[in-house]
């Protein structure tokens, strides 16, 4: 399955199915405002002691029927997630671990639907990859540019067992930290000093399979990246699996992308103004540049 996010801002977006022109998924992110949000500051209320993190939002994703599918509500930076009427919690439990696992250039999340199934993220990637086939399940693009071509066999790379495998095993790999410490804008790797990591293994699924009826053959194209946010689309692209919803996934898929930000210092996500974010963003990537260029 193939989508494009119509906006850059991945909690406010339409999701189009490639294969048929036509909305699979709407994305809508606003502010719950309280009863005492017009009221004037009080003694004990008053603008400086107003705290961001406390700030409520909500996620609501529908299909193309208006159905919701997935209800997130935010306090502040942490999430709480129902997918299809099931209570499913906070990031500790859409992926079956309360810790993260990681090396210095890579981030490994399990999934909760498949003990086969790993998220892996680094600063330039974010992708599913499944060990049993040793194949990449799914693929976020982002900043870049589709052109109808035929598509490029999606194993894995030669680096990339090595670097996995060594993770499990190695007595010195680095401790990880907690997903509430990784979706804190102000994380760094600085952090990781005072975490433990601690290994969970799976939850079972209790969603019931996609159909894969409802969607038609992805067209073969291939990606060239532009290498500049903004320029060029974002796209995710995904293998349906039998014991987890394409809308479980697409939620791990959004989630997990604000982890890899928050790991790899990265610009962080941010819920406003997300064209100043983008602007942020290019500028913080030419500083890297420029810096990497100098040392």
């Not at 039998?242 to 819920?271: K, N």
Request: proline share 6%; glycine share 4%.
């Amino acid at each position: 399955m193939l989508l494009k996010f119509t906006t850059a801002d991945i909690l406010n977006t339409v999701l189009v199915d490639v294969s048929t022109g036509e909305q699979a998924y709407d994305i809508v992110t606003v502010l719950e405002v309280s009863e005492t949000d017009g009221e004037q500051p009080s003694g004990d209320r008053t603008l400086e002691t107003y705290d961001a993190s406390e700030e409520r939002r909500h996620t609501t994703i529908k299909d193309a029927l208006g159905t919701s599918l997935v209800s997130i509500t935010w306090t502040g930076r942490r999430p709480d997630i129902t997918i299809l009427n099931e209570k499913v919690g906070q990031l500790a439990d859409l992926f079956g671990s309360s810790t993260v696992k990681f090396m210095p250039k890579i981030l490994v999340v399990p999934t909760r639907f498949d003990s086969e199934y790993i998220w892996t993220a680094t600063p330039d990637s974010l992708t599913l990859f499944d060990y049993d086939s040793e194949t990449v399940k799914g693929t976020f693009y982002q900043n870049v540019i589709r052109i109808s071509a035929p598509f490029k066999s999606k194993s894995k790379s030669s680096t990339q067992p090595t670097l996995l495998q060594s993770s499990s095993n190695s007595p010195s790999s680095p401790s990880s930290p907690s997903f509430t410490n990784l979706l804190h804008p102000s994380f760094s790797k600085s952090s990781l000093s005072s975490s433990r990591f601690s290994e969970t293994s799976a939850l079972d699924s209790q969603y019931s399979p996609s159909s894969s009826s409802n969607h038609r053959a992805i067209p073969e194209c291939s990606f060239i990246s532009t290498h500049l946010p903004g320029v060029g689309g974002n796209y995710l692209e995904f293998c349906q699996h039998p014991l987890a919803h394409d809308v479980e996934i697409i939620v791990s898929f959004l989630m997990m992308e604000i982890l890899r930000r928050g790991r790899f210092s990265l610009t962080p996500y941010t819920f406003e103004k997300p064209r100043l974010w983008q602007l942020k963003e290019a500028r913080d990537l030419v500083l890297r540049r420029l810096r990497r260029n100098t040392v």
